[in-house]
């Protein structure tokens, strides 16, 4: 039997060409789909950050205006220090509560949750309310909030 290698060659060369999609799904509620945003996605998509800060127990609230006809919606909380706990949760215009997200959700335990939500009808449209919360923080930690629905 003779075998024709450049068939095979041809075949293994794109598998290997194709990237592998390491986003995974969080959870799924009313039509919503958070997701892990893929590790070649993970750069800043917003244009300022703001720093913050928490206490143990202490919530602060975010606002993100999300226009009619998104689809997604991503979010990177960025505390930097794993050994402190914050948590994230979102809040729909439509009454669909996500989360509550914690440092592991996004797949890596590094003091930072960046995460997508994706439906595919669109997203509720008008302002989204983040709450991330302090759930276990030695002291003062401070963080970065960014979100954007497009």
Do not use: C
């Not at 003779?2 to 969080?26: D, E, M, N, T």
């Not at 919503?32 to 950050?49: E, G, I, N, P």
């Not at 960025?78 to 215009?93: A, D, E, I, R, V």
């Not at 002291?139 to 497009?150: D, E, P, V």
């Amino acid at each position: 039997m003779k075998v024709h290698w450049l068939p095979l060659l041809v075949i293994v060369g794109l598998a290997l060409a194709i990237p592998a999609v390491s986003a995974k799904v969080v959870e799924e509620k009313d039509g919503y789909v958070v997701t892990t945003v893929d590790t070649t996605q993970r750069f800043a998509t917003f244009s300022s950050l703001t720093s913050y800060s928490l206490t143990q127990g202490q919530t602060r609230w975010h606002t993100t205006y999300v226009p009619s006809g998104s689809t997604t919606f991503i979010s990177d909380l960025n505390w930097g220090q794993p050994s402190n706990s914050l948590s994230l949760t979102f809040y729909t215009p439509d009454i669909s509560i996500l989360g509550p997200y914690y440092d592991a959700a996004d797949g890596v335990i590094d003091g930072r949750i960046h995460l997508m939500v994706y439906r595919s009808t669109g997203l509720s449209s008008g302002t989204w309310s983040s709450k991330v919360y302090g759930s276990s923080i030695a002291g003062t930690q401070t963080y970065s909030y960014s979100a954007s629905g497009y």
